[in-house]
């Protein structure tokens, strides 16, 4: 079974853009969280996605948004990018989707904003 | 709030010897608790987690881990450990009501020396 793929796994952004992040998840898995990763912050939980409808949410502004389509597949939109956003973006997909399930972890998408 | 401490940021070890890594959580209400790890540019691998029923919980490759309700503790061991292991390890908890949320601590960076 093929893993969680993330595109694109590099990107680079100016202040003021904005920036979509896609995620794969494995097969047959209806959940889709979304973390950030940042040597300061560490990996902070951002969203997570079930069903096309959102569960859950960080403590992160509304510049961070999400979505999750029919075929699980999310995106994770950031508008405005600032400095500190710059950070590796990692996506997990479970199933069934408790919180006790295993997650499974995408290699991320590392943003880089100048 | 849920929060989870890892007392070591960086463990350094001799080959075949060994380790612990160490993790202590804060939570209000019971919690399944997780041990990750991650490579070099890569995402994040489960190692083992505890849900209820043993304390004592392993993994496939050696590690072990042990829950500790009164200290409020889930440090990680291995009995010997090989220059593959060196990689960044992450203790994290979610809330058993709180669908797919993981709370991560800080992350220990084990170096295994020949």
């Known amino acids: 079974k093929a893993g969680v793929t993330q595109t694109p796994r590099y990107l680079i952004k100016t202040r003021g853009q904005q920036v979509t992040l896609s995620c794969s998840p494995i097969s047959g898995h209806r959940s889709v969280s979304w973390y950030q990763q940042t040597p300061g912050q560490g990996l902070q939980f951002l969203f997570e996605y079930f069903s096309e409808t959102q569960r859950n949410k960080g403590n992160f502004p509304g510049r961070f948004s999400g979505r999750q389509f029919s075929n699980s597949r999310s995106e994770m939109n950031v508008s405005t990018l600032e400095l500190g956003d710059s950070a590796l973006y990692l996506c997990?997909?479970?199933?069934?989707?408790?919180?006790?399930?295993?997650?499974?972890f995408g290699p991320g998408t590392r943003l880089t904003v100048l | 709030a849920q929060s989870v401490t890892q007392l070591d940021s960086q463990v350094p070890v001799f080959e075949e010897a060994p380790v612990e890594l160490r993790c202590n959580y804060s939570s209000s209400v019971s919690v399944y608790l997780f041990w990750y790890v991650q490579y070099p540019n890569q995402g994040l691998q489960l190692l083992l987690k505890y849900l209820s029923g043993s304390t004592l919980v392993e993994s496939i490759n050696g590690f072990e881990a042990e829950f500790n309700k009164s200290q409020t503790s889930f440090h990680l061991r291995k009995p010997s450990v090989h220059i593959s292991d060196t990689a960044e390890y992450f203790c994290a908890v979610s809330d058993p009501g709180g669908y797919n949320k993981l709370i991560f601590g800080a992350g220990t960076r084990l170096a295994v020396h020949p």
């Open positions: 997990a997909s479970s199933s069934p989707a408790g919180s006790g399930d295993t997650q499974y």
